[in-house]
C-alpha cells in the first residue's frame, strides 16, 4: 500500500503539493478552533501528524506542499492589512512559521529512524 502511494505520488507531484496543502490547510482550521482565546495556542494541532505522515510515505518531494498549507492556513488568521509595516512584518512571520512547519516532519521522522 504504502509502495503504491509513493508510486503514485512521484509521478504526479503537483497533485501531491495540493492535496498534502489542502488537507494541511482543512485539519488547520479544525486545529484553530480548539485554539484557546486570545491567542493561536492550542494543545492538538492535526497538520502535524499530516506533516510527518506525508513526509515519511513521500519524502522531501511533501515539503512544499505542508509549507503552503502552513503559509495558507497561519494567513488566514495572522495577516494584518492596516498598514505595509504591519503587512510586511505580519508576511515574515507566516513564512518563518511556514519554514517551522516545513522542518518538523523532518526532525520527527529522524527521531522516529532514530528511537
Known amino acids: 500500500m504504502v509502495q503504491r502511494i509513493r508510486k503514485i505520488f512521484d509521478n504526479q507531484w503537483v497533485i501531491a503539493t495540493f492535496v498534502i496543502s489542502i488537507a494541511y ?3 488547520g ?3 484553530q ?3 484557546i482565546d486570545p491567542g493561536n ?3 492538538i494541532w492535526p497538520p502535524s501528524g499530516i506533516a510527518l505522515a506525508a513526509y515519511l510515505l513521500i519524502g522531501k518531494r511533501s515539503l512544499p506542499g505542508i509549507f503552503l498549507g502552513a503559509v495558507v ?3 488566514h488568521s495572522l495577516l494584518v492589512t492596516t498598514d505595509i509595516t504591519a503587512t510586511f512584518n505580519s508576511l515574515f512571520i ?3 512559521i511556514g519554514i517551522g512547519s516545513s522542518l518538523q516532519p523532518i526532525l520527527g521522522a ?3 529512524r532514530s528511537f
Open 41 to 43: 495556542v492550542t494543545l
Open 29 to 31: 482550521r479544525v486545529g
Open 33 to 35: 478552533i480548539l485554539a
Open 110 to 112: 529522524y527521531l522516529l
Open 94 to 96: 507566516i513564512m518563518n
Open 73 to 75: 492556513v497561519n494567513g
Open 25 to 27: 490547510f482543512a485539519t
